[in-house]
């Protein structure tokens, strides 16, 4: 049953703030209160959903990569998204996001469809994601890959071009963006480097950054710690925390559980194209559907260097594609950090 769509605009401070904590609480009580009597039970409706997916599919060929029945995401909130390898968590993020189109099933964002909408669109109206497989552009500089993510901001580009002045002060403006956004992540001294020359880590946060340049509700981050070292991996974390004190919507696919219990307000686990569980972090690790399908997944198989470059070199095809860059593309986790899991 879809929770009512809140207004355009709302966070965790706002309508989804249960009455007992006043506005002044911080967002992760919020989030937290405003799920506390929610049910561990998989489709349940949230308080105040961002986030609304009833019945999507995805196949490739004779595999089910998802099958969501029904999954509402609490607005304000983090929600950690987890399963085993080829649960189908990224697939979800591109049929979401508009990057890949399902085979059924509708999907709203604040009451609004959006389905057969293109990533751009999508990303206008506040809903944006970053990639497992890092896409920075490696031949432009840090302050260049900023401004690619305010592309279409305001002014479409029709309109921008025939009027010089309009387009100048939106570059000027987007370029203010973009150089505080990169002090706040620590990246401003590297703003005239080559994306390229940064470390896997850095480009993590680039994209990230870049993801905040066109003011998103909803931030879909896919793996954001995967590849990265663990004096980075803090600063990530923080950088998510921030999202959710800002009042955005967090969806976030980890697959170490110490970060999830640590960052997420719920959790929704997901195998073989399905949700299976969800519930606060502290329930996930004693439900049986979750122990069985980690147990099932073989998770722990490490990858042979002939799948990983298959793997690879799929995604920098499909990067390359969507990017029409012809391959000029980043590919930081030459091995992904979490052992192999895939
Ligand atoms: N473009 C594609 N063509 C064929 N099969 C695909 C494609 N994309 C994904 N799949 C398959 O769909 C299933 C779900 O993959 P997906 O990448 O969504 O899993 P995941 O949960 O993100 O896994 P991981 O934790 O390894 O990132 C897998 O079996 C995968 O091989
Ligand atoms: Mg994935």
Do not use: C
């Not at 969501?68 to 049929?95: C, S, W, Y």
């Not at 031949?139 to 901001?153: C, D, E, F, K, S």
């Not at 401003?188 to 340049?213: C, I, P, V």
Request: charged share 25%; no cysteine; hydrophobic share 40%.
């Amino acid at each position: 049953m879809p929770a009512d769509p809140t207004p355009h605009g709302a966070t965790a401070a706002g309508a989804g703030a249960p009455a007992s904590l006043g506005k002044g609480a911080a967002p992760q009580r919020l989030a937290q209160a405003a799920l506390r009597d929610v049910p561990w039970e998989v489709g349940v409706a949230k308080p105040d959903a961002a986030i609304v997916v009833d019945d999507v599919t995805r196949t490739f060929g004779g595999l089910t990569a998802v099958a969501v029945d029904h999954l509402e995401i609490q607005r304000g909130g983090i929600t950690g998204l987890i399963g085993p390898n080829g649960a189908g968590k990224t697939t979800l993020f591109n049929l979401l996001t508009g990057f890949d189109q399902p085979d059924s099933g509708t999907w709203s964002f604040n009451g609004r469809p959006l389905g057969k909408l293109s990533p751009h669109r999508v990303s206008r109206l506040g809903v944006v994601r970053t990639f497992q497989l890092t896409k920075a552009l490696s031949r432009l500089t840090v302050l260049q890959n900023m401004l690619l993510g305010a592309q279409g901001q305001k002014g479409e580009g029709f309109f921008r071009a025939l009027v010089p002045g309009v387009w100048r002060s939106q570059e000027r403006e987007n370029t203010e963006k973009a150089l505080e956004l990169l002090r706040r992540f620590k990246l401003d001294a590297k703003k005239d480097d080559f994306a390229g020359t940064l470390s896997g880590g850095q480009r993590k946060l680039l994209e990230m950054a870049r993801a905040l340049m066109t003011d998103p509700e909803v931030v879909m981050l896919d793996e954001p710690m995967a590849g990265v070292n663990p004096a980075l991996t803090q600063s990530l974390l923080g950088h998510v925390k921030d999202l959710r004190e800002q009042g955005m919507t967090v969806i976030f696919v980890e697959h170490d559980m110490d970060v999830v219990r640590d960052i997420s307000d719920w959790v929704v686990v997901m195998a073989s194209g399905k949700v299976i569980a969800e519930g606060p972090p502290e329930s996930i690790s004693q439900n049986q559907a979750v122990v069985d399908a980690y147990l099932g997944a073989h998770h722990d198989a490490p990858l042979t260097v002939d799948e990983e470059d298959r793997v690879l070199a799929e995604a920098e095809r499909s990067i390359a594609q969507e990017e029409g860059t012809g391959g000029d593309v980043i590919d930081p986790e030459r091995r992904p950090r979490h052992g192999g899991q895939r």
